[in-house]
């Protein structure tokens, strides 16, 4: 069983950047491939990045590649969305994924482990 928790949203002006955090509890994570969601009101859910359980393969979203960077940390059990250069269309919630090979599928199901999300809004 794992457990996610998001954090790192918030309110930021267009050009800026976040880091957002993906804490997870349970020794299974780092068999895990991981993945950052996002969803925008009145939109579906899409794919922004993802990292392999050994963190040496990545993949992005066009709409993101080149300003967002995704990394992950075994000690601490822990993945990390850097978002630089943030457009006002980035504004969404933000969530993060565990499951068997994410950064090869660029989705993640039900049958996945899900974090509750952190929100993350841009102004321009």
């Known amino acids: 069983q794992v457990q996610l928790v998001e954090s790192g949203g918030g309110l930021v002006q267009a050009g800026g950047s976040l880091r957002l955090s993906c804490a997870a509890s349970?020794?299974?994570?780092?068999?895990?491939?991981v993945g950052w969601f996002r969803q925008a009101p009145g939109k579906e859910r899409e794919f922004v990045a993802a990292i392999s359980r050994s963190g040496i393969s990545t993949s992005y979203a066009d709409s993101v590649k080149g300003r967002f960077t995704i990394s992950r940390d075994s000690a601490k059990n822990t993945v990390y969305l850097q978002m630089n250069s943030l457009k006002p269309e980035d504004t969404a919630v933000y969530y993060c994924?565990?499951?068997?090979?994410?950064?090869?599928?660029?989705?993640?199901?039900?049958?996945?482990?899900w974090g509750q999300g952190t929100q993350v809004t841009v102004s321009s």
């Open positions: 349970g020794d299974t994570f780092v068999t895990y491939s």
């Open positions: 994924a565990a499951g068997g090979l994410i950064v090869i599928r660029k989705s993640a199901g039900p049958n996945d482990y």
